[in-house]
């Protein structure tokens, strides 16, 4: 039944006790009230027709009023017999009676008088009385009526309202039991004593019980023991009112003995405004237990697996803020996830140009989420540059794209790597042109310088002859100097490295340095006194020296400041990502700063390059700054460039730092070209053996020659032949120097074997060679003074 049948019932069963308590009541009361007004009506109009009869006998003086009574008793008598008891009176105007007719009438009576008149004077009055008994019996039967009428109405109503509640009750229970059974819960409905009053079929299949078994049991006892208080305690709070409705999950216990998990609400159920009992909808939510269970298992399983991921792993939405951040992106990157969760990542970490390559559209031709692969860089917390490699992927929810999924690879290292090789591979090109060519040209060199040398001696000195042949030295001098630049570039040039003290070698340069940059540059030299000890040839530090100066002079050509420091530096990973070469380490810095003109950031990439210059034709080489880098690079350090143009340039040269061995103090004087003894020249080029001989002749040695290293084995064979040392090439047909070395070192193993070479390190290291192990060097060309040093050397060494 809807609300407003409902109401139309009520409204038509109120108007029918309205109509039946009117009849009962009012209609006896209207009844007596009409039959009053007539009765009294009557009464009042005959009243008034007696008395105007009396008045009409005429000449009726009021002191005869007395004397006609008997008339007027007559007349009262004659005029009317009542159909009831009736009593009718004269009387004079005291009140006293003349004349009455008719019986007392029964109580209660009405009384109604009229006045007789003379004239305009009252001399008495009529009055006449009636019995009101006839009028209430007549009520009282109308009143009887009325009553039985409502009693009709009373009694036959409610039978009516309770067929029609029966009717609308089985309805109600019959659309209850539809609905309970109907549903996809379990409903139970409890008595206010906490028993099972009423169950559908659900509960049969959630608990293993028939409905006869659920009925009367308690729902305390269904549950299992450590749900149980809480159950107690949310069915109380309803069944006294505390709360309106209770949710609560708890684990019951079937039939069978297994457990399900259900989630329980409870309402009350009122009657007559009074709580009668609790609606309890129970279901059962085991399989949605376990599928929240494994799904919790699997995020945690994703966090886990993303937080460990060894790639930085970064989710962001449409506008670019974080979502998702992993602890390799913590470590890059240096921020937290909380730090960075909600900021925009292209505010934070990187430009706002990489906004579209990592949140825009998908690319053409992909599967509508990936967005492509791009290399960016990032700015970490601690400021430093990161390279990174994106991959990225949309993030698609229910069609929609709602973010982006980015993997990014740190590539820093590898990055510098490939600079490093790209830069080696460019400066080994022309390593290897100096070392291919430098055999040959320091051979025809040798012969040059040696052959002019021997014919100054042969010259006067001051004459045009001797002259001819200084400059052709001077020629054969800076060709050489060219070559060993190119060699030293290529980190190919033959050493002697030692323990070196910079701030002493720096001193010792120190005016050649002030003549050679010039009176209208200054000089400034300012050392560390706890300068490490680093190892490096000296005659490089003087190459390292002279270049950069001479760099510094060209950079201030109307003066300046030059500037030279050394430093001990401690290089960590931060230092070393930026700069090339640099691998972490104690260094020795040595600063060379110039307050010249600067370069620009495209320049300071090239400067390195051999045969590059910003100076005219005439000039330059271009090999000074390459000679530096291959010497640096040849004894395990690096150089460092900073530049600006109009704000001058600063170069520093990093060494490693020498430990266990001592720097010595002092040089050995230059030895005077007096020689003695025999010397073994073994050389398969005639004109470098020819000069070779003739330049240890001029000096006082015996020479023996030998165009092949079996002729030399064959001369160190025979016992004849006294042989002090022998000077060998070391690249020869048959046989290379090393090998006959070994075998001159089986006939004679006090005779030393002094090598001159014009190949570059590495060729000779491919036959076994090497500067490192305990063999002499001499690098072509060399002059006489040079030779006779090293053979002074040798021999005292013995």
């Given at each position: 039944?809807?609300?407003?049948?409902?109401?139309?019932?009520?409204?038509?069963?109120?108007?029918?006790?309205?109509?039946?308590?009117?009849?009962?009541?009012?209609?006896?009361?209207g009844?007596?009230?009409?039959?009053?007004?007539?009765?009294?009506?009557?009464?009042?109009?005959?009243?008034?027709?007696?008395?105007r009869?009396?008045?009409?006998?005429?000449?009726?003086?009021?002191?005869?009023?007395?004397?006609?009574?008997?008339?007027?008793?007559?007349?009262?008598?004659?005029?009317?017999?009542?159909?009831?008891?009736?009593?009718?009176?004269?009387?004079?105007?005291?009140?006293?009676?003349?004349?009455?007719?008719?019986n007392?009438?029964?109580?209660?009576?009405i009384?109604?008088?009229?006045?007789?008149?003379?004239?305009?004077?009252?001399?008495?009055?009529?009055?006449?009385?009636?019995?009101?008994?006839?009028?209430?019996?007549?009520?009282?039967?109308?009143?009887?009526?009325?009553?039985?009428?409502?009693?009709?109405?009373?009694?036959?109503?409610?039978?009516?309202?309770?067929?029609?509640?029966?009717?609308?009750?089985?309805d109600?229970?019959?659309?209850?039991?539809?609905?309970?059974?109907?549903?996809?819960?379990?409903?139970?409905?409890?008595?206010?004593?906490?028993?099972?009053?009423?169950?559908?079929?659900?509960?049969?299949?959630?608990?293993?019980?028939?409905?006869?078994?659920?009925?009367g049991?308690?729902?305390?006892?269904?549950?299992?023991?450590?749900?149980?208080?809480?159950?107690?305690g949310?069915?109380?709070?309803?069944?006294?009112?505390?709360?309106?409705?209770?949710?609560?999950?708890?684990?019951?216990?079937?039939?069978?003995?297994?457990?399900?998990?259900?989630?329980?609400?409870?309402?009350?159920?009122?009657?007559?405004?009074?709580?009668?009992?609790?609606?309890?909808?129970?279901?059962?939510?085991?399989?949605?237990?376990?599928?929240?269970?494994?799904?919790?298992?699997?995020?945690e399983?994703?966090?886990?697996?993303?937080?460990?991921?060894?790639?930085?792993?970064?989710?962001?939405?449409?506008?670019?803020?974080?979502?998702?951040?992993?602890?390799?992106?913590?470590?890059?990157?240096?921020?937290?996830?909380?730090?960075?969760?909600?900021?925009?990542?292209?505010?934070?970490?990187?430009?706002?140009?990489?906004?579209?390559?990592?949140?825009?559209?998908?690319?053409?031709?992909?599967?509508?989420?990936?967005?492509?692969?791009?290399?960016?860089?990032?700015?970490?917390?601690?400021g430093?540059?990161?390279?990174?490699?994106?991959?990225?992927?949309?993030?698609?929810?229910?069609g929609?794209?709602?973010?982006?999924?980015?993997?990014?690879?740190?590539?820093?290292?590898?990055?510098?790597?490939?600079?490093?090789?790209?830069?080696?591979?460019?400066?080994?090109?022309?390593?290897?042109?100096?070392?291919?060519?430098?055999?040959?040209?320091?051979?025809?060199?040798?012969?040059?310088?040696?052959?002019?040398?021997?014919?100054?001696?042969?010259?006067?000195?001051?004459s045009?002859?001797?002259?001819?042949?200084?400059?052709?030295?001077?020629?054969?001098?800076?060709?050489?100097?060219?070559?060993?630049?190119?060699?030293?570039?290529?980190?190919?040039?033959?050493?002697?490295?030692?323990?070196?003290?910079?701030?002493?070698?720096?001193?010792?340069?120190?005016?050649?340095?002030?003549?050679?940059?010039?009176?209208?540059?200054?000089?400034?030299?300012?050392?560390?006194?706890?300068?490490?000890?680093?190892?490096?040839?000296?005659?490089?530090?003087?190459?390292?020296?002279?270049?950069?100066?001479?760099?510094?002079?060209?950079?201030?050509?109307?003066?300046?400041?030059?500037?030279?420091?050394?430093?001990?530096?401690?290089?960590?990973?931060?230092?070393?990502?930026?700069?090339?070469?640099?691998?972490?380490?104690?260094?020795?810095?040595?600063?060379?700063?110039?307050?010249?003109?600067?370069?620009?950031?495209?320049?300071?990439?090239?400067?390195?390059?051999?045969?590059?210059?910003?100076?005219?034709?005439?000039?330059?080489?271009?090999?000074?700054?390459?000679?530096?880098?291959?010497i640096?690079?040849?004894?395990?350090?690096?150089?460092?460039?900073?530049?600006?143009?109009?704000?001058g340039?600063?170069?520093?040269?990093?060494?490693?730092?020498?430990?266990?061995?001592?720097?010595?103090?002092?040089?050995?004087?230059?030895?005077?070209?007096?020689?003695?003894?025999?010397?073994?020249?073994?050389?398969?080029?005639?004109m470098?053996?020819?000069?070779?001989?003739?330049?240890?002749?001029?000096?006082?040695?015996?020479?023996?020659e030998?165009?092949?290293?079996?002729?030399?084995?064959?001369?160190?064979?025979?016992?004849?032949?006294?042989?002090?040392?022998?000077?060998?090439?070391?690249?020869?047909?048959?046989?290379?120097?090393?090998?006959?070395?070994?075998?001159?070192?089986?006939?004679?193993?006090?005779?030393?074997?002094?090598?001159?070479?014009?190949?570059?390190?590495?060729?000779?290291?491919?036959?076994?060679?090497?500067?490192?192990?305990?063999?002499?060097?001499?690098?072509?060309?060399?002059?006489?003074?040079?030779?006779?040093a090293?053979?002074?050397?040798?021999?005292?060494?013995?």
């Amino acid at each position: 039944m809807t609300g407003s049948e409902k109401q139309t019932v009520h409204f038509t069963a109120n108007c029918t006790v309205l109509l039946a308590f009117f009849v009962a009541l009012f209609f006896p009361i209207g009844y007596f009230a009409i039959s009053y007004q007539y009765a009294v009506g009557s009464l009042e109009t005959e009243a008034e027709i007696n008395a105007r009869i009396i008045s009409g006998l005429g000449d009726l003086a009021p002191g005869a009023w007395h004397s006609e009574a008997h008339r007027l008793d007559a007349l009262l008598s004659h005029h009317s017999v009542p159909a009831h008891k009736e009593k009718h009176r004269i009387l004079d105007s005291v009140g006293n009676e003349l004349a009455a007719s008719g019986n007392d009438p029964d109580v209660p009576v009405i009384r109604r008088t009229h006045p007789v008149l003379y004239g305009d004077k009252v001399i008495g009055s009529v009055e006449i009385s009636r019995s009101l008994r006839p009028i209430l019996k007549r009520s009282l039967l109308v009143t009887v009526l009325g009553l039985g009428v409502a009693l009709i109405v009373f009694i036959l109503l409610p039978f009516r309202a309770i067929n029609r509640a029966n009717r609308q009750l089985q309805d109600s229970y019959n659309f209850l039991r539809k609905v309970m059974e109907s549903s996809a819960n379990a409903l139970i409905v409890l008595n206010l004593d906490g028993t099972i009053g009423m169950v559908n079929g659900r509960c049969t299949e959630t608990s293993g019980y028939t409905p006869e078994e659920l009925i009367g049991r308690g729902i305390p006892e269904m549950v299992c023991p450590e749900s149980s208080d809480m159950v107690i305690g949310q069915l109380h709070d309803i069944a006294t009112g505390a709360a309106d409705i209770v949710k609560f999950e708890a684990d019951m216990l079937r039939k069978d003995g297994s457990r399900v998990t259900i989630a329980c609400g409870a309402t009350p159920v009122y009657q007559e405004g009074r709580i009668a009992g609790t609606v309890l909808s129970v279901e059962n939510i085991t399989e949605r237990r376990l599928a929240v269970e494994a799904l919790k298992s699997a995020k945690e399983y994703t966090e886990n697996l993303i937080r460990a991921a060894c790639v930085m792993i970064l989710g962001l939405d449409l506008k670019g803020k974080v979502t998702l951040f992993n602890r390799t992106g913590e470590e890059i990157t240096g921020y937290s996830q909380e730090e960075l969760t909600g900021k925009n990542w292209f505010e934070t970490v990187m430009g706002a140009e990489a906004f579209f390559k990592m949140c825009g559209a998908p690319h053409p031709g992909t599967d509508g989420q990936g967005l492509g692969a791009f290399e960016g860089q990032i700015v970490t917390k601690a400021g430093a540059m990161r390279t990174i490699s994106w991959r990225n992927s949309a993030i698609v929810e229910k069609g929609v794209r709602i973010g982006t999924l980015c993997f990014g690879i740190d590539i820093t290292e590898h990055r510098k790597i490939e600079a490093q090789l790209r830069h080696s591979q460019k400066m080994e090109s022309v390593g290897q042109l100096a070392g291919g060519v430098a055999h040959d040209f320091n051979n025809m060199l040798s012969v040059m310088l040696g052959y002019a040398q021997l014919g100054q001696l042969e010259a006067v000195q001051d004459s045009p002859m001797w002259t001819y042949l200084q400059e052709i030295i001077k020629a054969g001098e800076r060709s050489r100097d060219m070559v060993r630049k190119l060699l030293a570039f290529s980190r190919k040039e033959i050493i002697s490295p030692r323990a070196v003290n910079l701030n002493d070698h720096c001193l010792e340069t120190e005016k050649t340095l002030s003549r050679l940059i010039g009176e209208e540059i200054r000089f400034s030299f300012i050392p560390d006194p706890d300068l490490w000890a680093v190892k490096i040839d000296p005659s490089q530090v003087d190459q390292i020296l002279m270049n950069l100066a001479v760099n510094a002079r060209d950079a201030m050509p109307e003066g300046g400041l030059l500037t030279i420091k050394t430093g001990n530096v401690v290089a960590d990973e931060a230092f070393c990502d930026y700069r090339l070469d640099a691998k972490p380490g104690s260094y020795a810095c040595l600063s060379v700063v110039d307050t010249g003109t600067g370069m620009d950031r495209e320049l300071v990439k090239r400067i390195f390059e051999p045969f590059f210059t910003t100076k005219e034709v005439g000039r330059g080489t271009g090999l000074g700054l390459a000679t530096v880098y291959g010497i640096v690079t040849q004894n395990g350090g690096f150089v460092d460039v900073e530049s600006e143009p109009g704000h001058g340039t600063t170069f520093r040269i990093y060494l490693p730092k020498l430990t266990g061995e001592a720097v010595p103090s002092a040089h050995s004087a230059t030895a005077p070209l007096r020689g003695s003894g025999t010397v073994l020249v073994v050389e398969d080029d005639d004109m470098l053996r020819a000069m070779a001989t003739q330049m240890l002749e001029k000096i006082g040695y015996r020479v023996i020659e030998a165009a092949t290293p079996h002729a030399a084995l064959s001369i160190c064979g025979e016992p004849a032949h006294d042989i002090d040392l022998v000077l060998s090439d070391v690249i020869m047909p048959e046989m290379n120097g090393l090998e006959m070395a070994r075998g001159i070192a089986g006939l004679r193993p006090e005779t030393k074997v002094l090598f001159m070479t014009g190949y570059s390190s590495d060729i000779i290291a491919k036959c076994g060679m090497s500067a490192d192990l305990a063999m002499h060097y001499i690098q072509k060309p060399f002059d006489m003074e040079g030779l006779h040093a090293k053979i002074i050397e040798m021999r005292s060494a013995c």
